[in-house]
């Protein structure tokens, strides 16, 4: 299928993010029916259902209409330097073995398809912090770091670091929302346990997280 929600990606730019999202809808058909509507002006490069089956909306080269406002590192224009992917959830359940499978195969086509490495693939919460919370809690970010496909943080020693000027060093938009929001996207994501003040913990992952894969530094 094929949305009219896409356009060029400016500046000729080549995507070097995987941006996960989950489509709050009550089923791939109707999030299909919807990243296909002129009106709604949104889209994605694909949607991944329930039960595992692919359906390509925008071309790879192409700009899908997915991201928003928001930034990660110093890429302000997600949609250009980006590949969209929607799942198939209304954000309130887990993601089932097929659609993880699939997205698995998926993502390693992508990410040998243009070097797209495991710290590039992030979730749409991480770059627009309190506007997007997907994929949410119920995602199994872990599963993906075990197959090369993202990446998860070890603490080392506990408390040491700045947890917000590392949480920059990894690509989170510090300064362009509250701290409370920055700590409640690396939560969702790597902690979704974690409660109350920022604590040793996470200042700990985030620290390992800016050491082992700091955010290339990038003007677009």
Known sequence: MRSPNQGARREAARPDL???HYTAMESAEAAI????????????????SERGQITRLVAEESRAWHAGAGRWGDVRDVNSRSIGIELANRGDHP????QM?????????????WGIGPARVIGHSDMAPGRKGDPGARFDWARLARGGLS?????????????YADAAR??????????????EAFRLRFRPW?????????????AD???KWPVARDPL
């Open 151 to 163: 990446v998860w943080p070890v603490a080392g020693a506990a408390g040491r670091g700045d947890f």
């Open 33 to 48: 029916a919807r990243l296909c509507a002129p009106e709604a002006e949104v889209s994605a490069h694909y949607v991944i």
């Open 18 to 20: 995987i941006v996960i």
């Open 209 to 211: 997280l800016a050491t």
């Open 170 to 183: 990894f690509g989170y938009p510090v300064g362009d929302v509250e701290d409370a929001l920055v700590l």
């Open 194 to 206: 974690g409660t109350g003040a920022l604590s040793r913990e996470d200042a700990a992952l985030m």
């Open 101 to 113: 499978a699939g997205l698995e195969a998926l993502m390693a086509g992508i990410m040998a398809r």
């Open 95 to 98: 993601f089932g073995a097929p």
